[in-house]
């Protein structure tokens, strides 16, 4: 994906209202062996981009000044109540080195399961991103979590995920869960009113 900036020299407070008066917003680009870069970006491309889950997940072609550098979006600050982006933070990454990021989950067939289907339970997703650390060129856009064979009580752990090749889970402590199928209190299953 790839997202144009351009450099700015002006710092401060004042400078970056005008900048978001104008319809820029203020943003830096730091990381790697170069210094950081104070860059201004296009409010309302940028706001359009923040909505889609895959630029938060992906690695960006950040153009500054016709300058293409590879960067992940580590960080924004939005209003409190207008709908407007107060700032950005890029990192600059490097293709031989690994990062660590947040992926988002993508739940599929919880609608097939045996714990839908069969004991009326209610899925319930505990995790909805997955700290992964990989090369930039393995960061996936997302990690399925296949919810076919869930049973009524049974839950979902990291360690059944199937991970992309090269990417691996960052978990800390004991082996986290991702998803539970629970039972609502009440309920019937389809075998209890088939007897």
């Known amino acids: 994906m790839k997202v144009v900036a351009f ?8 400078a970056s209202r005008r900048l ?3 319809g820029q917003t203020p943003g830096i680009i730091y ?33 500054v000044d016709g300058k293409v550098e590879k960067v992940l979006l580590r960080d924004f600050q939005m209003h409190a109540f207008k709908q407007l982006v107060l700032h950005a933070d890029f990192q600059r990454v490097d293709a031989n080195k690994k990062i660590h990021v ?10 097939v399961s045996p714990a839908v ?17 990989c090369l930039p060129a393995d960061l996936p856009e997302f990690i399925e979590v296949d919810l ?3 049973e009524a009580g049974q839950s979902v752990h990291v360690s059944a995920l199937k991970l992309p090749k090269g990417v691996s889970a960052v978990v800390h402590g004991d082996d986290a869960t991702v998803a539970i199928a629970i039972k609502p209190a009440g309920a019937t299953s389809a075998e209890a009113d088939a007897k």
């Open 20 to 22: 978001r008066n104008a």
């Open 31 to 63: 990381g790697g062996t170069e210094p950081a870069v104070s860059i201004s970006l296009d409010h309302n491309a940028l706001f359009h981009a923040l909505k889609k889950e895959v630029f938060h997940s992906s690695i960006l072609d950040m153009d």
């Open 117 to 133: 289907k069969l004991s009326a339970a209610v899925i319930s997703h505990v995790a909805v991103e997955l700290d992964v650390e």
């Open 102 to 111: 947040k992926v988002p989950l993508h739940f599929i067939n919880a609608e």
């Open 7 to 14: 450099a700015r020299k002006e710092q401060g407070t004042g």
């Open 148 to 150: 076919s064979k869930v």
